[in-house]
């Protein structure tokens, strides 16, 4: 938690050896959790330069767009990187691609095709399992676009939704809804398809909601997407308590469907996930259990929306004060 002597530290090691690119990548996060935006987005770039960046780096022959050239009559394409949920928080920023005179190009994987499609009408979206794009003049990656547009993040307040699900397929989930009770209905997910040891303390244990799942005059609604059988069995064993989980919706590939189930809901409470940052896109309340000392707990990697509240934990804390803050907050929906 000692962010700047982190940063300090992190420098020196940069002076003795500046080409160090993990060194650069973690100062980044130091920065951005200590809310030195801009600093921290220059260092970001240096995610290109390490072992894992190489490997998925794309090279154009197309020069790099930083934000300061002119696009004119010009084509630019962004191109996807990282997990969905990245690339969800980041498409935040897709709606200062605005201007008439320039053409835009998104490239993103296929299960983000359909929601972005519906959400940007003024950018062409292709997906990019499908054959290299080269019809362009300059190329972003989307985690850069922060950058590209950093003096408007930093001023911008999201006031409105920016994901835009299919109209009919939300009312057909609010039917489906309105099939189980009056509600509230509370979508839940409790960690990522990928636990690894070092993700893991941005994550929960499903026991560790057992005071949120008392509440009984709620409707909760599974969003987790894999590995939630024997989680969901444990809770209706434990507490008595069902999680309802819809066997009809593929919540790791059926983006687009997910964002309408989550657009029916009365809120979210999500650890940081791409079910969060969906659930914040539109516009739903959105409560995100969060490590404060993670490398994700910042302006550009949290979810971003109208409605999002935060609670954070300490490294060496447990979760239970925060679950009491969350219980309060999903208690007062039945009032």
């Known amino acids: 938690g000692k962010l700047n002597k982190a940063i300090e530290t992190y420098k020196k090691a940069i002076s003795i050896e500046p080409n160090n690119a993990s060194a650069h990548k973690f100062l980044s996060f130091a920065f951005l959790n200590n809310d030195q935006f801009i600093e921290g987005l220059e260092e970001y770039e240096w995610r290109w330069k390490t072992p894992q960046g190489l490997k998925v780096k794309r090279d154009f022959s197309q020069p790099l767009w930083t934000g300061s050239e002119s696009l004119k009559n010009k084509t630019l394409l962004v191109w996807g990187e990282q997990g969905p949920q990245d690339m969800i928080i980041w498409s935040s920023c897709l709606r200062y691609l605005s201007n008439p005179d320039e053409r835009y190009l998104l490239e993103c994987p296929s299960k983000l095709t ?28 989307m985690g850069s676009l922060y950058r590209c547009f950093h003096s408007k993040v930093l001023k911008r307040n999201i006031n409105e939704a920016f994901l835009k699900p299919d109209p009919l397929r939300s009312q057909y989930w609010k039917n489906v809804l309105k099939s189980l009770g009056k509600g509230p209905f509370v979508g839940v997910s409790w960690k990522s398809p990928i636990v ?26 599974n969003l987790q997407s894999t590995n939630f059988e024997n989680d969901l069995d444990k809770v209706k064993d434990t507490l008595g308590t069902k999680i309802h989980h819809f066997e009809e919706l593929d919540h790791y590939d059926n983006l687009d469907d997910v964002s309408a189930l989550c657009q029916s809901l009365d809120m979210c409470v999500s650890v940081s996930t791409a079910v969060a940052a969906i659930a914040a896109g539109v516009g739903i309340p959105t409560i995100v259990p969060t490590w404060k000392q993670s490398s994700w707990n910042n302006i550009l990697l949290a979810p971003q929306g109208p409605n999002v509240k935060y609670y954070e ?23």
């Open 196 to 221: 690894t040891t070092d993700r893991m303390p941005n994550y929960t244990d499903i026991m560790e909601w057992k005071n949120i799942f008392s509440l009984k005059d709620v409707n909760f609604i």
């Open 313 to 335: 934990r300490n490294t060496w804390d447990s979760w239970d004060e925060v679950f009491a803050k969350i219980y309060i907050d999903v208690r007062n929906l039945t009032h």
């Open 114 to 141: 359909p929601l972005f499609s519906r959400s940007f009408p003024n950018i062409e979206v292709r997906e990019n399992e499908k054959n290299e794009i080269k019809d362009f003049n300059f190329h972003v990656p």
